[in-house]
């Protein structure tokens, strides 16, 4: 027997099958249209720009660059304070950082041409684009906000560390350092999509200053020695914390191709390299 709760309960809510399909043909729409009209936006842009650039001045270079990075800023935090299409933010915000970025270098070389260092142009920008993308991810925490703060951070050190002479494998350690610490955090966080890109490019650029102080110090064959028995080290921290195992395992892959290939170099043509061959 059906109860007149049911009946009426079926009414107010209906079956999920009977609302699903119209809901769903409505969301791939929606989307699809989204996607068209802004792959129509970006390439009539990108065309217009392709023709009439040599023809432009500095203000009509400035307003087709900047001046739609920022259209395109307006709209992302449109559709970030709405969420209504979710699947949008990340290459809305992908494309409002590159706009902004180009629109800026634009701007400057235009405006501020006699500068023949291009490094104080990247550090203003930077700094300016990582600012931008602070305030946007303090108000709206999404992990794309995180991967272009990072990048623009990051880049606005690089720049900073290049204009005040540091050497290259310095800044490299300290950078690489902090990013490995900032993608540890992330693991913790509800970005931790960016966790495991992040601890690999660290590692990477920790390395690779690791690699040439004790180049500098010793000998290419002892750098590459110590640097894979450092790899290693990483790999099997890692792997006792139970943490990232793909790194862990690619760790221990390059680490030991390292160490094994900086050893040999180094007992190559000695009384020991036949025991190297048995061991």
């Known amino acids: 027997d059906i109860s007149p709760a049911e009946v009426a309960h079926a009414i107010v809510d209906p079956p999920a099958s009977a609302v699903e399909p119209s809901q769903r043909s409505g969301e791939i729409a929606k989307t699809l249209f989204s996607y068209l009209g802004a792959i129509f936006i970006v390439a009539g842009i990108g065309t217009y720009i392709g023709m009439y650039w040599t023809q432009m001045g500095s203000i009509m270079r400035i307003a087709v660059t900047l001046g739609v990075g920022y259209c395109l800023l307006i709209v992302l935090i449109s559709a970030l304070h709405e969420n209504k299409h979710p699947k949008l933010i990340v290459p809305l915000a992908l494309a409002t950082a590159f706009m902004l970025t180009g629109g800026w270098f634009v ?3 235009e405006l501020f041409s006699k500068g023949n260092n291009w490094k104080w142009a990247v550090l203003s920008i930077f700094g300016l684009m990582a600012v931008h993308q602070g305030l ?20 606005f050190f690089q720049t900073g560390l290049e204009l005040l002479h540091v050497p290259s494998s310095l800044s490299a350690i300290a950078l690489g350092a902090s990013l490995l610490v900032v993608a540890s955090a992330l693991e913790k966080t509800a970005h931790t999509t960016l966790a495991e890109p992040g601890i690999f490019i660290a590692c990477c650029w920790l390395y690779a200053g690791i690699f040439d102080r004790i180049a500098l110090a010793s000998s290419v064959n002892w750098a590459v020695l110590l640097t ?28 030991s191709a390292m160490a094994y290939t900086g050893l040999f170099d180094l007992v190559d043509q000695t009384t020991i390299e036949l025991s190297y061959f048995a061991v």
């Open 228 to 255: 894979g028995m450092c790899v290693m080290s990483a790999a099997y921290g890692l792997q006792q914390s139970q943490r990232q195992p793909r790194l862990a395992g690619l760790g221990y892959l390059l680490g």
């Open 136 to 155: 946007l991810l303090r108000k709206y925490p999404q992990t794309v906000l995180v991967f272009s703060a990072l990048f623009f951070v990051y880049g």
């Open 107 to 109: 701007f400057i070389d």
